[in-house]
């Protein structure tokens, strides 16, 4: 079975090692996730299985998102995702994915939403210095400072850093390393941080090798 799984980021903690090391971990509350749908090549052109997360109430759904929750005899859930994978013989419909399906030394990439920061400056959105805190420098010491835009070319090119929104977007941490698995409480123990807020919803996928 390909190991992929929905996951709800509960926050950081720490473990020691047999030789008294401390491992940083980001604590993932993972399914159970049932299967909503399986896509065939012969159908739908592709191969892959659609899992949901977090149970929700009917009211909180449109009818068409509601009627492949009722299709597939599963109660309505609060997320979806879809997952790519190269056989589907291993999944049905209606069953559950939990978190056994890791083990403990497993390698794999974590997909998340970053932490939003709204409209930031150029010194936190890309790590620019600040100007001289000098006579005659400023009044503004953390602006962009020069464009470098003369007679020739009259415009700012496009790319430059510059100030705007930041994070919130989907940012993929791959190579990451399961240093426990907990069943009894679907949970995920990741070494290292993975991105997103606490309670941000995370997809968990194996490494490809």
Same mark, same amino acid.
């Given at each position: 079975? $390909? !190991?992929? *799984?929905? @996951? ?18 980001t604590?993932?509350? &993972?399914?159970?996730?049932?299967? /909503?749908q399986?896509? #065939?090549?012969?159908?739908?052109? $592709? ?12 009211? +909180? ?6 009627g ?6 599963? +109660?309505?859930? !609060? ?11 291993? $999944? ?8 056994? %399906?890791?083990?403990?030394?497993d390698k794999?990439? /974590? #997909? ?5 920061h709204? $409209?930031? @400056? ?14 005659? /420098?400023?009044? %503004?010491?953390?602006? =962009?400072?020069?464009?470098? &835009? +003369?007679?020739?070319?009259?415009? /700012?090119?496009?790319?430059?850093k510059?100030?705007?929104?930041y994070?919130?977007?989907q ?11 907990d069943?009894?409480r ?13 309670? @941000? *919803?995370?997809? *968990?996928?194996?490494? =490809?090798?």
């Open positions: 079975m $390909y !190991k992929a *799984i929905i @996951g709800k980021k509960l926050g950081m903690t720490q473990l020691f090692s047999a030789d008294g090391k401390v491992i940083p971990v604590v993932v509350e &993972a399914g159970p996730c049932p299967v /909503v399986i896509k #065939t090549v012969e159908k739908d052109g $592709y191969s892959a299985v659609k899992l949901g997360f977090v149970e929700t109430a009917e009211k +909180n759904l449109s009818k068409p998102a509601l492949q929750f009722k299709k597939a005899g599963v +109660n309505p859930q !609060k997320e979806l995702r879809e997952f790519r994978v190269d056989d589907t013989a291993d $999944y049905a419909v209606g069953s559950s994915v939990t978190v056994d %399906v890791f083990a403990d030394g794999i990439d /974590v #997909t998340g939403i970053t932490k939003g709204g $409209y930031t @400056g150029v010194i936190k959105r890309w790590n620019n210095h600040r100007l001289k805190e000098t006579h005659g /420098v400023g009044p %503004v010491h953390r602006e =962009v400072g020069s464009m470098s &835009a +003369n007679s020739s070319p009259s415009r /700012v090119f496009k790319g430059k510059m100030a705007g929104q994070g919130c977007e940012v993929t941490i791959q190579n990451l390393e399961i240093v426990k698995v069943v009894a679907n949970a995920l123990l990741i070494k290292g941080a993975v991105p997103g807020p606490v309670k @941000g *919803i995370v997809t *968990i996928r194996a490494t =490809v090798k």
